[in-house]
């Protein structure tokens, strides 16, 4: 996708664009006027051999179709030259982009998915009641994380994540983080200059609404962070969880932290399996209760153990902390830490991607790890903000 020069926009709410364009003969007016942070989508009506979108006379695509997205207020000159060889034609128009009439929220304001992989703080954050459907559990995680309302959720083991978005598109600013998300990692007092503790990163995924239909159906692009590249990463990683046997074999271990270790099992797709065990802490049920299927596959980047039992028998894990561009990897009082820049977005064989904006933001724990009486690692989350939106309740800037 090529990088658009002016930033997006467009009428909808929820990262929708305008699909209500009244259709002249070209199929585009000669005057819109749009919020800022919203998609304006372009579809002329008549076809060429080639096609040039021009914003302040600078060329931004050569697509047939253009989404339009600006960032700042202003008026804007827009044209289009379609380059045929029997009928060219070039037509020039403006969009007028106006300050929103209801302030965006710099916060999560819909959370779209949620699918948190096995894990002891499951059916508790959020807590699962008799009766609870997928729907209402969706609610329950957007009430917890949406605004400032810093309720954590747990997204479980490897893979389990949540798909969330705000009132507006977050733009892409070259040279700038864009959004920053809230964990509940600390450092251990030991040692605090190795940053270990308790951290369980995250790993990051975006997309941009090219569809404009305001569901997160178009392609994913990873936000590389600084281990994507890194030779104890795994790419296209899969792992499946089962639900527990209920005539499986109940075995506490020795030190009787774990009451269950072979509670749930699990293999992967790269000949390895192994279990998650049930601790004496938590007594819930650790498998997703509002889930019907008897198998969770997750699939994604798997980054490598960050966990070290530095007593030596198993009663004291740090876990250490990546230097960057991941969730729940550093304590939240580091503002840079926990920020992410659009421009880190990769696709599959890694290649760099450069987007406009994004509309939604996927979050899914990063590491396959028990340890011990922890437990598994579970990225948890309780906040996102865009960084280029200030908090209208404090006037402050958005990083402290």
């Not at 008549?46 to 207020?73: M, N, P, R």
């Not at 075995?251 to 269950?260: F, I, K, Q």
């Not at 899914?364 to 011990?372: A, D, S």
Request: aromatic residues 14%; contains cysteine.
């Amino acid at each position: 996708m090529k990088k658009i020069v002016s930033s997006i926009i467009a009428v909808a709410f929820l990262c929708g664009c305008t699909d209500e364009i009244p259709m002249v003969n070209l199929g585009i007016d000669d005057v819109y006027y749009i919020p800022r942070m919203q998609k304006l989508a372009l579809h002329p009506a008549l076809t060429g051999e080639q096609y040039e979108w021009y914003v302040d006379g600078t060329c931004v695509s050569h697509e047939k179709d253009y989404i339009f997205l600006a960032a700042e207020e202003g008026d804007y000159a827009l044209e289009l030259k379609i380059i045929d060889t029997a009928t060219p034609y070039d037509f020039k128009f403006d969009i007028h982009v106006l300050h929103e009439e209801i302030e965006y929220s710099p916060y999560i304001s819909k959370v779209y998915e949620y699918k948190p992989a096995p894990g002891q703080f499951i059916n508790e954050m959020p807590r699962y009641e008799e009766g609870d459907t997928y729907e209402s559990i969706l609610k329950k995680v957007e009430e917890s994380i949406s605004g400032t309302n810093d309720i954590m959720i747990t997204l479980g083991g490897y893979g389990g994540f949540v798909t969330f978005g705000f009132d507006h598109t977050v733009i892409n600013v070259p040279g700038e983080y864009d959004f920053r998300i809230w964990g509940n990692c600390f450092y251990e007092l030991l040692q605090p200059e190795k940053k270990g503790g308790s951290a369980e990163p995250g790993i990051v995924m975006v997309s941009y609404d090219e569809n404009c239909n305001g569901i997160p159906d178009d392609e994913w692009y990873e936000l590389a962070g600084s281990e994507f590249y890194a030779d104890n990463t795994r790419h296209r990683y899969e792992i499946t969880y089962h639900r527990p046997d209920p005539h499986r074999q109940i075995v506490a271990d020795e030190d009787n932290s774990l009451d269950d270790i072979y509670y749930i099992a699990w293999e992967d797709n790269i000949g390895l399996f192994g279990y998650i065990a049930k601790n004496i802490f938590h007594n819930q049920d650790y498998y997703p209760k509002w889930i019907t299927e008897n198998t969770l596959t997750f699939r994604g980047s798997l980054l490598a153990p960050n966990a070290e039992d530095i007593s030596g028998y198993g009663t004291y894990y740090v876990l250490y902390s990546y230097p960057w561009g991941y969730v729940d990897n550093h304590p939240n009082e580091y503002a840079d830490l926990n920020s992410f820049d659009i421009s880190w977005a990769v696709d599959e064989q890694g290649n760099e991607v450069d987007l406009p904006g994004i509309d939604f933001i996927r979050v899914y724990t990063g590491v396959n790890q028990y340890c011990g009486w922890l437990g598994e690692t579970s990225t948890e989350l309780s906040r996102a903000q865009d960084l280029h939106i200030v908090d209208q309740s404090t006037s402050l800037p958005n990083i402290p």
